[in-house]
């Protein structure tokens, strides 16, 4: 169990064992949408603005071993895959294997679990398996997982955090929900990192560093942020805003005053 111990250290580390995760796996869903076309300049992006982790799917994380500066960068790789063209985008698959990604030298694995839908057991049944296969490895597991109303019903997220972690996740990632005071008891309840998940693209970044202030607040464990990260004109300096702000580097006055200033520079 020590490769799983040390790999989580690389994804899970400073002084409060927190970490901001940027997710790239979104273009099996929804295709080369803006901000992850030129996908090597958005990772190089994250990594310089730091970002503890990159989610990739095996070929990207393929390529981007092939660019020597990249190889600084912790990388997870994901496991589950549809697309918005089939019937039901909801049904995730999986298309890639814990032992790809040793060979592939990522740090983790990941896994999406959509619960509340016709397929729900077949994902279920998945997770257990790459489970099983992370303690085969030594490979740490991040459990996304969602519910079809899961930032406005309390005990459906924590239910799907806690089905995670039955089911031998080492970190979950979830809906952030929209009553904090709710956040903080399922953080006391479930006994793994819990990541809380960027959501829909924002028009306004403050509201971002608000939501995360909040949820560090409630004692989550970091962010797996992807839109209003890689489709942020800078992706470097709000990936840095965002993992600073994580790692208690500095406070959400400060990061909103950075911001601030980044935009009067542009005027």
């Given at each position: 169990m020590c490769g799983k111990v040390i790999r989580l250290k690389r994804l899970l580390h400073g002084k409060y064992h927190k970490a901001c995760i940027v997710p790239l796996d979104h273009g099996v869903t929804l295709g080369p949408i803006v901000g992850i076309t030129d996908y090597i300049d958005t990772v190089r992006q994250v990594l310089e603005g730091g970002a503890d982790a990159v989610i990739l799917h095996k070929g990207l994380l393929k390529s981007v071993s092939e660019h020597y500066d990249l190889l600084k960068g912790?990388?997870?790789?994901?496991?589950?895959?549809?697309?918005?063209?089939?019937?039901?985008?909801?049904?995730?698959v999986l298309v890639s294997t814990v032992e790809e990604a040793v060979k592939l030298g990522?740090?983790?694995v990941s896994v999406h679990v959509n619960l509340g839908t016709?397929?729900?057991a077949g994902m279920i049944k998945d997770l257990g398996s790459v489970s099983s296969a992370c303690q085969n490895w030594g490979m740490p597991l991040l459990a996304m997982m969602y519910t079809s109303n899961g930032s406005e019903n309390f005990h459906q997220t924590i239910h799907a955090a806690r089905i995670a972690e039955e089911l031998g996740a080492d970190i979950v990632k979830i809906d952030f929900p929209k009553k904090t005071d709710v956040l903080t008891e399922l953080v006391q309840k479930i006994k793994i990192p819990v990541l809380i998940a960027g959501g829909a693209k924002l028009d306004k970044p403050e509201e971002l560093l608000e939501v995360i202030d909040l949820a560090l607040k409630a004692g989550i464990s970091g962010v797996a942020i992807g839109r209003n990260i890689f489709q942020y004109p800078n992706p470097k300096f709000i990936t840095s805003?965002?993992?600073?702000?994580?790692?208690g580097e500095i406070d959400l006055k400060e990061a909103v005053e950075e911001l601030q200033h980044l935009k009067d520079v542009a005027v």
């Open positions: 912790k990388f997870i790789m994901h496991l589950s895959a549809s697309t918005r063209l089939g019937p039901d985008p909801s049904a995730k990522a740090d983790g016709s397929t729900e805003l965002i993992s600073k702000l994580v790692h």
